[in-house]
């Protein structure tokens, strides 16, 4: 069974996503946007180390392989992990956008169990945008890109300033990032146009 709730449905007065024009080019890998990010940083060693690459259009493809330390039931993905990789995914959407935007609301069905070793093949796209609302939907397969379906996602983004990390954030994981000698990372941890 699947289907998002009413809070997912597009207004009426929403409109089509525009790429932005300095939006990575198709193919592209899009690189960790924070070392400390436990989707797709580098130094979390039970991250999900997820990689995506930017696709056409307002599209993203990803790829995580399940590990041992991401386990639920014995041999199998945590319903939660797999919730993280969707959200990661998704979340991804917006640097082709350049916006920058945080979950406000991700409904997911788990429709395969995930075992340990496996690659899970996201594909994320957004589909429409209402103001500062960014609509977006995912799945992940198993056994190849065009395998089977074993989770998906629809997800609403919201539109912030980027106060907003400043003010929720740890102190020194935000200086942390803001000295970042990479100036894309630098910009990307918190989603900002470099
Ligand atoms: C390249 C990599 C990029 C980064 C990857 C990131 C990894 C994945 C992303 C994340 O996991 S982000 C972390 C998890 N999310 C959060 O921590 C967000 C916590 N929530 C908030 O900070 C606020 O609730 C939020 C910014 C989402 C909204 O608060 P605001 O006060 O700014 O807005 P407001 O509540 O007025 O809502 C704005 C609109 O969104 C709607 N909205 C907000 N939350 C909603 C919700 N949960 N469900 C449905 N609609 C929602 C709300 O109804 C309203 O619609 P209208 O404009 O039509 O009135």
């Known amino acids: 069974m699947s289907g998002s709730s009413a809070a997912l449905q597009p207004p009426a007065d929403a409109v089509k996503p525009v790429r932005h024009p300095d939006a990575p080019a198709p193919g592209e890998l899009l690189g960790a ?53 969707l959200d990661e995914t998704l979340g991804s959407l917006n640097w082709l956008l350049r916006t920058v935007a945080v979950t406000g609301r991700l409904e997911t069905d788990f429709l395969r169990p995930v075992p340990v070793g496996t690659t899970l093949h996201l594909e994320a796209e ?30 609403l983004f919201v539109e912030v300033k980027i106060d907003h990390f400043a003010q929720h954030g740890r102190p020194q994981e935000i200086r942390a990032a803001m000295e970042d000698p990479d100036q894309m990372r630098r910009a990307r941890a918190f989603e900002v146009n470099p």
């Not at 990010?37 to 307002?58: I, K, M, N, S, T």
């Not at 089977?148 to 629809?154: L, Y």
Request: with cysteine; hydrophobic share 40%; aromatic share 4%.
């Open 126 to 155: 957004v589909v429409a945008v209402a103001g500062r609302k960014i609509y977006s939907t995912a799945t992940g397969r198993v056994g190849g890109p065009d395998g089977p379906v074993a989770v998906r996602a629809d997800a």
């Open 33 to 85: 946007h924070y070392g400390g990010c436990f989707g797709c940083g580098g130094d979390q060693p039970h991250g999900l180390h997820l990689e995506a690459r930017a696709g056409e259009g307002v599209r993203i493809t990803a790829e995580f392989t399940v590990q041992a330390a991401h386990q639920g039931a014995p041999g199998l993905a945590h319903g939660g992990v797999l919730a993280t990789a």
